[in-house]
């Protein structure tokens, strides 16, 4: 049975990527609103019979995961094979606790809802801080793949003595695996965060570093506070204007213009998701982690 790929809107060039790379088919869905707000869809090829997988990268989950889960289902009614997921950015990772009485804990709920109508995920750098693996939360054959060889290659082309910096300690596990690949030493600074865009962030000492360029690395750069911070304490601790790398840029609001009025030589993402810095590209192993779950289905099947 053949695979084929979904794009939802947004995601065309990541699935066209994926296609390539496995030789693998189209299904083209229409997905508009009506005026009062509701989706409508409609499969313009027909997934009977295929292994299907939807790419969505799950930046402002709220506003497709609905169309999302009605797709999933949708396709299953008309016969697909199999139906799965590839969100190469997972949203609602961060919600991982229950840090005052009465929240909701949303990366466990939101797992729950893809797990029920997903066959399998795929994903790249989740943000997992408090649980170790996508397993624990997610029930369905899942993967992470990561994007830290891309952002080691990336630095060794246009960095010259650079240091990793890690801007808080959630952020040293990405910082350590680019650092290494990059042969660079790397630092972990040390976080605040009093609000959404209230960011605080201390150094140890960093005079050994002196005359290394910094490149701070972090897996999401949500409101750009975290990077902006860091970047500015860095200029004031005399170093050169740090680099910015992010695995995932949601760069929500107007993230992008503090990022660079804080001074940021050069802001640069994966392509995880579709923004102008998506200048690394992690679709090839994200097509490997496909196959790897294709193969699963197909013998399953
Ligand atoms: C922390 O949880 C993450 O690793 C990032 O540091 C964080 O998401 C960045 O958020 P923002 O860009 O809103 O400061």
């Known amino acids: 049975m053949s695979a084929s790929f979904c794009a939802f809107p947004g995601n065309e060039d990541f699935a066209r990527r994926l296609r390539v790379g496995l030789a693998a088919g189209a299904t083209r869905l229409q997905w508009r609103r009506f005026p009062d707000g509701e989706s409508y869809l409609r499969f313009e090829d027909s997934p009977a019979g ?4 939807i790419v969505c990268s799950l930046n402002e989950p709220d506003s497709k995961a609905q169309a999302l889960l ?4 949708t396709a299953r009614e008309l016969g697909a094979a199999s139906v799965g997921l590839v969100a190469p ?20 709920l939101f797992a729950a809802q893809l797990s029920a109508a997903f066959d399998w995920l795929v994903t790249v750098d989740a943000h997992l801080h408090r649980r170790r693996l996508l397993a624990e939360i997610y029930s369905i054959p899942s993967s992470d ?6 952002i080691s290659q990336w630095i060794r082309a246009n960095v010259e003595r650079p ?7 959630e952020s040293e596990r990405w910082a ?3 650092a290494g690949g990059a042969g660079a030493p790397h630092i972990t600074l040390r976080k605040v965060r009093s609000g959404d865009r209230e960011v605080r962030i201390e150094a140890p000492d960093l005079t050994a ?6 490149v701070l690395v972090d897996d999401i ?6 990077m902006a911070a860091a970047v500015r304490l860095l200029a004031a601790a005399g170093f050169a204007a740090p680099a910015c790398v992010g695995v995932h840029g949601v760069f929500a609001g107007d993230a992008l213009e503090v990022l660079r009025a804080a001074g940021a030589s050069r802001i640069v993402t994966s392509n995880s998701i579709a923004q102008q810095t998506g200048t690394i590209d992690v679709s090839a192993s994200v097509a490997q982690a496909v196959e790897v779950m294709l193969s699963h289905v197909r013998s399953e099947k």
């Open 145 to 150: 793949v990561s994007a830290a060889a891309g």
């Open 163 to 169: 240091l990793v910096v890690g801007p808080d300690s």
């Open 209 to 214: 570093w002196r005359g290394r360029t910094p």
């Open 89 to 108: 950015y997972l949203g609602y990772m961060r919600q991982d606790k229950r840090f005052r009485d009465g929240e909701a804990v949303t990366s466990a």
């Open 50 to 53: 295929l292994h299907l997988a």
């Open 70 to 73: 009605f797709a999933a289902a």
């Open 176 to 178: 350590a695996a680019v």
């Open 221 to 226: 750069i949500s409101t750009g506070r975290t």
